[in-house]
């Protein structure tokens, strides 16, 4: 990008001087792999001589603590998790993500505005609503969204640990069993993945294959978006 | 979904203030604004000890409280790491939690939501920072109308001079100090607040908010609070106000070991001007 594009009104301490860097967003699902490739791209573009910055999800300084405190209590409705998502994008998107655009680096998002929209989505919170909210974010020079169905999901999951409370939608689900929650949990998630998809043009890399055949697919859409940038 | 959803969902993508019917809810939802030193917190006190005399079920909550959201909020300001939109957000995380667990389940079983500052104060405040007041209006589409919002309109010498005879000395956010208007403590905290009356100004003809004059005495200005909140509370939610020392009492004992929740209360010469 060469000016910094927002989904709707230019927030305040972000307005569009030049950014040559290029913004480059992995979205998927929980245990997808995004942050295996992401690694990997790192290492990759690194090597191919571009400066790379990473951040993902409830990673700012300000509101990663707050919100992590918040969901091991038991009130936090989805509406106020959403604005503390938003809290914490914000954090990051100005005090690292616009920065390294503006400095000519790629920023590697694990995880944009997406995967919050999804959630809330989920939860039944008005997707107008969650439009407008998040209006005030960079629209990314590609969005990679790595997509799998709940049947490949699961057993990927199951190998590295247990099935987790927030990502079997058990704060809304009511059923005893956490396999059921999460299969119905993750396929309505999948459902808004695919229904963004449609809405913000995302290049979808099927990732049902093997580890080395998703980053094949990934390398070549980042390659085709860092171009021009030496 | 919570009702605090299907409130979001029946106004949908509208912009706060749209919904004038809002009370569909058996309660009423009084709310005072004003910037600092307007004398609101000590008028919205009042009120609620009438309210509490006259045997209704009163719920105070107050801006920037919730058990969720606080703590990072009160770090981001000590820190001073808030920036216009972040410091925007975290208040309306905030907000969004009272209403959800605090101001819904109220007013839906009938008490009295008592408020010392409501969505205005976002709207004054970021506004004031440079955060799109359009934007504002849309994501706080999901509060709650109030019954009656009352504007503490007070002139900027007559707040200086309030909080310089009190309270503790003023915050870095307060005075606007991140905006970078004056390294002069009291001079910024002078523009940054007559930004904010610029912005209250605009909204009592926006929202259609009730202005009391708040240089008048105290007790005048309660006469006229209780006198605008007493057609509301035809019908309200009575009882279940007896105080523990009230309960102790009865009871017959000293109450050592119990200690009633304490709030601010008005000085005793704000309570004999009465």
Redesign the interface.
Known sequence: MDTIRFYGHTPPNVSGEETPGRLIVLEGTDGVGRSTQIAMLQEWLEAEGYAVTVTGFRRSELAASGINRAMRGNTLDALTLNLFYATDFWDRLEKNIVPALRTGMVALVDRYIFSIIARARVRGVPARWLNDVFEFAAIPDRVLYLDVDVEHLLPRVLAVRQLDHWESGEDFLRGPDLHDNFIRYQSALLDEFRSLAKEHDFTTIDARGSVSDIFQALQHEVREAVKGMA | ??T??AH??YK??ERYGKHPDDGHYPGKLIIVEGIDGSGKSTQIDLLQKWLNSRNLVTVFTEWNS????R??TK??KVEE??????FS??H??DF??RV??QILPALRAGAVVLADRYVYTAFARDSA????R??LR??Y??AVQPSLALYFRTPLDVSIQRINSGREELGYYESGQDMGFSNDREESFRIFQGRLLDEYDAMTEEFGMTVIDATQPIAVQQQLVRQYVDPLINGAMSGGNQSVPEALGQAGLSGRYITPPMRRRPTETEVSDL
């Open positions: 979904m919570t605090l959803q979001l969902a949908m993508g919730s058990p969720i959201v703590r990072t770090r981001g790491m808030l920036t216009p939109m972040s957000l975290v309306a995380a969004a939690n959800h667990a920072r440079g955060v799109d359009d934007w849309r994501i589409s999901f």
